[in-house]
Every structure is written in structure tokens, then in C-alpha cells.
């Protein structure tokens, strides 16, 4: 069964215009072309860049946060109770008005009690800023040397200033080294991203990133396999352009630094919205999906392959939205630019005014206080 499975799947009509096959991507003349196998590669490699982030977060990533100031929030945990304890982890984080009302009578706590241990008890739960820190300094890290690398490699090819170009010859296009190298790594990379997505921080926008990781996955492994290889290596140049701006953002965001999260965070949004919502869909698509059908007939991996691509484009519309959205926000009030995805801790602050009125009704029983001790008035006259 397996082997009717494999020889379905592998069938030539799936991946090829009529009239083309897996004959014609054999190594011949000193030629030599991607094959299926290759991938596997990318497994070992992205094991190494699961080791390589752990060794590089302690030993730059940290001292780097520590050098730009970074100061992180001190929480203050929480006091164990069984009955709480197990209403958060198997009901709900968030309980409504009656809820915390039957708590009360289970644990004997006011309604503020309760309330407040909650609300510390998620913020236990919260990524801290160094962790978000050393995540970002990571993917800022790989995002960059990723754009120099795949720019070093495309800058003396015709289809980086005419993409019509990728086509030239297809599907008999040699594979050269640093194409090689160029997709091995970067399909390594986003299996690390999958691979960790358990430990690393989740943003309210968690669904779409694996969407969007498995999408790119199966993108890079199909264009690998049908030798799509001169647009792959044009869709994951275009999408490391704008994305190490949006991680140094980050990192000088989590680290205080206002004005420079600010001005870069700018930067990052105009080369999103041009290489995304302009460059991808128009110059990108347009020629994987429009040009093609004037060279062949459309087949399987034509659909598939653009498909793919649309799923991307609609997670670039989606957070454009939201870019925009703070871009705006930033620039007609001149707020902090803050990041919508992020779950941010909440504050103490019926805490402090629980805090407040204790010290006031303190106050009124037992005189004024100062500095957590009863001032004794040592001026008063004795009548004789």
C-alpha cells in the first residue's frame, strides 16, 4: 500500500507540465539539479540551529541586554493554594464574578484576594522581557545574515531584475552551491521555528504563525522538488527584507529604548508594505501565477505552488493591518509603539489602592505612621 501511495504521489503529471518528468532533472553533462532527497538535510540542520540559539542566548544575547539596560519586572509569586491552583490550571486563568465568589468560600480569601492572586498567577505564567529579549536578538541575528547572504548570492542573477527570468529554461536549471546552501538553511531554520514553537513566547496571533511556518516549509520542500528553485530563492529574499527591522525593534523596545523602537519600527513598516503588499503580490505572484500559463499548460504543482503563496499573502494583509494600525497610532499621538501580538502583564494597581485605604483606616485607629511603625507624639503637655 505504501509503495501505491509513494508511486501516486511521485506520479509526473502532479509536479510537471505535460510533456516534462523526473527524467529531465537527472544529473547529466557535469549538470546537477535538486532532488526530493536533499531535504532531509535540512533535519540535521536544524537541530544544529536549536543548539547554536541556546549557546547563542547565553553567551550574547544575554550580556547584549544587560549592555542596552535592559531591566526586567520583578514578579511576585504567588502563595501556594491547592484549591486555586487547580481551578487555574484545569478551569480557567480568567474566572468570571460567581466564580470567584464559590473560591472565596473554598479558601476562606476576600474577593480582592482572590482576584489579586489570579492576576499574579498569570503574570507568573508571562514571558519575562529578558526571554523575549534573547528571542528577538536570535532571529534579528539569522533574519540578517540571512538578506546579506541571499542577496550576496542573487545580486549577479538576471531573474533578481527581471523575474520573467525564472522561468528561462525551465525545468532543466542547474543547481548551483550557493542556491544549495541558500535553501538547506533557510528550510532549516523555520523547522527549528516549529520545532520550538512549544518554549518560545506566543502571541495572540500563535494560529497564524504556524500556519504561516508550515506554508513556508511546504513551500521551500515543493520548489525544491519541482526546481522552482530561481522563485524560491526570490519569495525568501523578499521576506527577510523587512523582518530583522521588526526583531531590533523588539529588542529596543524590551530594552527601554523608546525613540530608537520608535524610528525603527517606522522603518520596518514602509519595507513591509512595499515588499509584501507591492513587491510579492504584483512582481512575485504575478509571474508564478499569470506568466507561467503562457509557457505551458497549468497542471497540480502550478495550483499548489500558488496556492501556497496566496496563504502567505493573506498572512501579509493580516499583519499589515495590525502594522498599520500602530504606525498610525504612533504617528498621529506619538504613543509608544507597542506590540498587539505581545500579552503584556498586568499591573498591581487595586493592589496599591487596597494598599492606600489600609493605611488610611490605619491611620485613623492607631494615629499616622511612618515608615511601618506608630509616631508616637512625645510634644504633648501633662496637666498637673
Not at 473560591?103 to 507568573?124: A, D, H, I
Not at 499621538?333 to 485605604?357: F, G, I, Q, Y
Amino acid at each position: 500500500m505504501l509503495s501505491e501511495l509513494s508511486e501516486w504521489f511521485w506520479q509526473e503529471r502532479l509536479w510537471f507540465p505535460e510533456g516534462l518528468g523526473w527524467a529531465d532533472l537527472e544529473d547529466r553533462d557535469e549538470r546537477v539539479y535538486a532532488k526530493a532527497q536533499d531535504l532531509w538535510v535540512a533535519l540535521p540542520i536544524a537541530l544544529v540551529f536549536l543548539v547554536i540559539r541556546q549557546v547563542f542566548e547565553r553567551t550574547v544575547a544575554i550580556p547584549l541586554a544587560s549592555l542596552l539596560g535592559l531591566k526586567d519586572t520583578v514578579r511576585i509569586k504567588v502563595p501556594h493554594n491547592p484549591t486555586l491552583e487547580s481551578y487555574y490550571c484545569n478551569i480557567t486563568k480568567n474566572p468570571t464574578q460567581s466564580s470567584v465568589a464559590n473560591l472565596c468560600k473554598q479558601t476562606g480569601y476576600s474577593e480582592r484576594q482572590v482576584q489579586r492572586w489570579f492576576r499574579r498567577r498569570r503574570n507568573q505564567d508571562r514571558p519575562s522581557l529578558l526571554k523575549k529579549f534573547r528571542e528577538a536578538s536570535w532571529r534579528f541575528t539569522f533574519y540578517l545574515l540571512a538578506f546579506i547572504a541571499g542577496l550576496g548570492a542573487l545580486i549577479d542573477k538576471p531573474w533578481l531584475y527581471d523575474v520573467k527570468e525564472m522561468w528561462q529554461g525551465f525545468p532543466v536549471l542547474t543547481l548551483l552551491p550557493s542556491q544549495y546552501w541558500y535553501y538547506m538553511i533557510e528550510l532549516g531554520f523555520y523547522s527549528s521555528l516549529l520545532f520550538s514553537v512549544a518554549s518560545d513566547v506566543k502571541r495572540k496571533d500563535f494560529k497564524e504563525q504556524i500556519v504561516h511556518h508550515v506554508a513556508t516549509i511546504l513551500l521551500i520542500s515543493f520548489s525544491w522538488c519541482v526546481n522552482y528553485i530561481r522563485a524560491g530563492t526570490l519569495i525568501m529574499l523578499v521576506h527577510d527584507s523587512s523582518d530583522y527591522f521588526l526583531e531590533s525593534a523588539k529588542m529596543f523596545n524590551y530594552a527601554g529604548w523608546r525613540n530608537a523602537c520608535n524610528y525603527i519600527f517606522i522603518v520596518f513598516a514602509a519595507v513591509f508594505i512595499i515588499t509584501r503588499l507591492v513587491i510579492f503580490p504584483f512582481w512575485i505572484i504575478y509571474c508564478t501565477w499569470v506568466y507561467p500559463v503562457t509557457i505551458y499548460k497549468p497542471f497540480f504543482g502550478y495550483y499548489f505552488f500558488n496556492g501556497l503563496l496566496m496563504i502567505l499573502q493573506c498572512l501579509h494583509i493580516f499583519w499589515a493591518v495590525l502594522i498599520i494600525r500602530i504606525a498610525i497610532r504612533f504617528l498621529t499621538s506619538n504613543e509608544k509603539v507597542d506590540d498587539d501580538r505581545s500579552d503584556k502583564d498586568e499591573t498591581d494597581e487595586s493592589d496599591e489602592e487596597e494598599m492606600e485605604a489600609e493605611d488610611k483606616n490605619h491611620v485613623k485607629t492607631n494615629g499616622p505612621v511612618q515608615n511601618g511603625h506608630t509616631v508616637h507624639n512625645n510634644n504633648h503637655s501633662k496637666t498637673e
